[in-house]
C-alpha cells in the first residue's frame, strides 16, 4: 500500500510536483551559476517537451490504475506507473501464501518464514536513499529501467534458490531495487500534474501500494493449493516483473524537468553551433556525493523538528505496519478458525482492496470536486493544506472501529462473513487516511515534501518489516479478540492527529521552521 513507501516518495518519495524540483532548487542554490541569455531554465508556452502540455491521455495512461479498480470510464486507466507499484507490494506479499511450502523445504520456523516478507519491506528502506537522488540526476527513467531489470532478475534467482539463506538474501536485495517505484513514482505525478489534478492522480496512486498486498496472497494460496510447485509463485513475480520491465523500457518517457532542460539545451547547441546554451543542472557543481548527503540527512532532521510531521509519521507508520501483520492474523482467524484452505484464505484479503477501491471512487467522484471548487473560491489564493484533512476526519474512527469488529466477530462459531466485512471498513479507511495525510505534508511542507516523504517512508517500511514479526505471537498469546482490541486501542490513541492538524494546523505551521506559507524569494518562477 507502499510505499505508500514512498513510501516512499527522494522518497514515495520525491511526491510533488513542487517537491521533485525542490531539492533541486536547493542543491542548486549552493552551486556557482551564471545568469545570462544562455541558460536555457524554463519551456517555452505549449512546448510539447514539457510533461505538464501531453495530453491528458498520455498522462493518465503514465499514472493511473487500472479499469477494474479506478472505475472512472473514459480515460486511459491501465497506469504503467501504478502497476510498477501494485508489482512491488504484490512480490511483497505473495510469500504468506506459501508459508508452509516453505516452512517444509527450507526448515524454516514460522518466524524465519515470515522473514520472506518482511526482509522485503525492509529493502524499501533502504532503496529510497539511492533511488531518489539518482533520479534527480540521471532523471526518472534511467531509475525506473536499471532498478526493475536487476529486480526481475532477482525474482529468478529467489525462484532458483536451493536454500533459505539465498531466498532471503534475494528477497531483501528484490526488496531494496523494487522500491524504486515507491521511490520515484510519486514524482512522476508531480512531474506531469498540477496541484488540481493531483488529487486525483493521488488518489490512484495510494490504493497500489495497498491493492497488490491483498491479491498476492490470493494467487499465492490457489498456487500452494493446486498441487503446483510452490516456486511457481516466484515465477509469475518473474513474468509480471518482465513485463512491467519491457513496458517501462518502450512507453515511459522522461519527465524530470530539470533534465529535460538539459536536452534541450544540447539540442539548441545542435541547431545554433553556439556552446554557450546551457541548463541550470549543467551548471552545478555539487558531486553525487553532496547531492546523495544533502538528500539524506536532510529528511530526518526535518522530522525531528516538525512535531506535526512526527505525529503523522508515526500514524501512517502504524498504519502500514498494521496491514502487514494482518498477514500473519489473517490465517489464524480464517485458516485456522474457519478451517479454510491456504487459496480461499488468500481471498479473506480481496474486501481490504475492494474498501481501498470504493474509498478511491468516492474521493475522485466526491471530494476532488470540492477541492477544485474549494481553489476557485480562493483563487489566486492556495487552499489551506487543511482542507485534505477531511477525509481523515471521517477513517480515523473508522479505522479503530475495524479492529474490534475483526477481533470480536473472530470466534469460529460466528459466521466469517462478520470478519470478512471488517476488511472493507479497513482497508476504506486505509486509503483516506493515507491521502488525506500524503497530500497535506505535500501541501504544508510544498518546496521540501520530497525530503518530508522521505523520512515518512523510511519509517513506515521500518514498521512494516517489524510488525508481522511479532504479529504470530501477539495473536496466540492474547488470542485474536483482544490482539485486534490492542491495536483498535491504539488506532483510538491516533483519532486526535487529524483532528487537532485539521483546528490547529495554521497556528502550528506558523511557528514551523519548514512550512512556508508563500514560495521562497529565490524560487524562480515554475515553467
Not at 498520455?58 to 480515460?75: A, G, T
Not at 529467489?158 to 513514482?185: C, D, Q
Not at 516538525?306 to 503523522?312: G, V
Request: hydrophobic share 50%.
Amino acid at each position: 500500500m507502499p510505499d505508500t513507501g514512498g513510501g516512499p516518495s527522494s522518497s514515495t518519495l520525491n511526491e510533488t510536483n513542487e517537491a521533485g524540483a525542490a531539492d533541486y532548487l536547493d542543491l542548486e542554490a549552493t552551486a556557482e551559476k551564471t545568469v545570462d541569455l544562455f541558460l536555457i531554465d524554463s519551456f517555452e508556452e505549449g512546448d510539447p517537451a514539457n510533461p505538464k502540455n501531453w495530453s491528458r491521455a498520455r498522462r493518465w495512461y503514465i499514472f493511473s490504475l487500472s479499469r477494474q479498480l479506478c472505475l472512472m470510464p473514459h480515460r486511459y486507466l491501465t497506469a504503467l506507473s501504478g502497476m510498477l507499484v501494485l508489482n512491488a507490494t504484490f512480490a511483497s506479499a505473495a510469500p504468506s501464501g506459501i508459508a508452509v511450502q516453505l516452512m517444509e523445504t527450507y526448515n524454516l520456523s514460522e518466524e524465519l518464514a515470515t522473514l520472506a516478507i518482511s526482509l522485503f519491506v525492509a529493502g524499501y528502506c533502504i532503496g529510497p536513499f539511492l533511488w531518489g537522488p539518482m533520479s534527480e540526476i540521471f532523471g526518472r527513467r534511467p531509475l525506473f529501467i536499471y532498478p526493475f531489470l536487476v529486480y526481475t532478475l532477482f525474482q529468478v534467482g529467489t525462484a532458483l534458490s536451493k536454500n533459505a539463506a539465498t531466498l532471503l538474501v534475494l528477497r531483501f536485495l528484490g526488496g531494496v531495487f523494487a522500491s524504486a517505484p515507491l521511490t520515484n513514482s510519486g514524482a512522476v505525478i508531480a512531474d506531469i500534474w498540477d496541484s488540481n489534478t493531483r488529487g486525483k492522480a493521488m488518489s490512484l496512486f495510494t490504493l497500489a501500494p495497498f491493492a497488490g498486498p491483498t491479491i498476492g496472497p490470493t494467487i499465492a494460496g490457489y498456487i500452494a493449493t493446486s498441487g503446483t510447485d510452490f516456486r511457481w509463485v516466484f515465477w509469475v513475480l518473474t513474468l509480471f516483473a518482465g513485463a512491467c520491465c519491457l513496458l517501462i523500457i518502450f512507453t515511459l518517457p522522461e519527465t524530470y524537468t530539470p533534465v529535460l532542460l538539459v536536452k534541450k539545451a544540447k539540442k539548441k547547441r545542435l541547431e545554433t553551433g553556439d556552446d554557450k546554451y546551457s541548463a541550470p543542472m549543467e551548471r552545478t557543481k555539487l558531486s553525487f556525493s553532496q547531492r546523495a548527503e544533502h538528500v539524506v540527512a536532510r529528511p530526518f532532521k526535518i522530522l525531528f523538528q516538525e512535531p506535526m510531521l512526527l505525529a503523522i509519521t508515526v500514524y501512517m507508520s502504524f498504519v502500514y505496519g498494521c496491514l502487514y501483520l494482518l498477514f500473519e492474523a489473517y490465517p489464524i482467524v480464517f485458516t485456522e478458525g474457519h478451517n479454510l484452505n491456504a487459496g480461499a484464505s488468500g481471498l479473506t484479503f480481496l474486501p481490504l482492496g475492494i474498501g481501498g477501491a470504493v474509498a478511491v471512487t468516492i474521493s475522485v467522484l466526491v471530494f476532488n470536486p470540492r477541492y477544485e471548487r474549494e481553489a476557485a473560491r480562493l483563487a489566486p489564493h492556495p487552499v489551506p493544506p487543511e482542507f485534505r484533512l477531511e477525509m481523515a476526519l471521517f477513517a480515523s474512527p473508522l479505522y479503530a472501529v475495524a479492529f474490534f469488529w475483526f477481533g470480536w466477530t473472530s470466534f469460529p462459531s460466528i459466521s466469517l462473513w462478520a470478519p470478512l466485512m471488517s476488511g472493507f471498513v479497513m482497508g476504506f479507511s486505509i486509503n483516506w487516511i493515507f491521502l488525506s495525510l500524503f497530500n497535506y505534508v505535500i501541501d504544508t511542507y510544498l518546496f521540501i515534501a520530497a525530503s518530508a516523504l522521505a523520512a515518512n517512508t523510511v519509517v513506515r517500511s521500518i514498521f512494516g518489516a517489524v510488525f508481522p514479526l511479532f504479529a504470530t505471537q501477539m495473536f496466540n498469546g492474547l488470542g485474536p479478540r483482544w490482539a485486534s482490541s490492542l491495536l483498535g486501542f491504539v488506532a483510538l490513541a491516533m483519532i486526535p492527529v487529524p483532528v487537532v492538524l485539521r483546528k490547529f494546523g495554521p497556528i502550528i505551521r506558523a511557528k514551523s521552521k519548514h512550512a512556508p506559507s508563500k514560495p521562497p524569494p529565490s524560487a524562480p518562477a515554475k515553467p
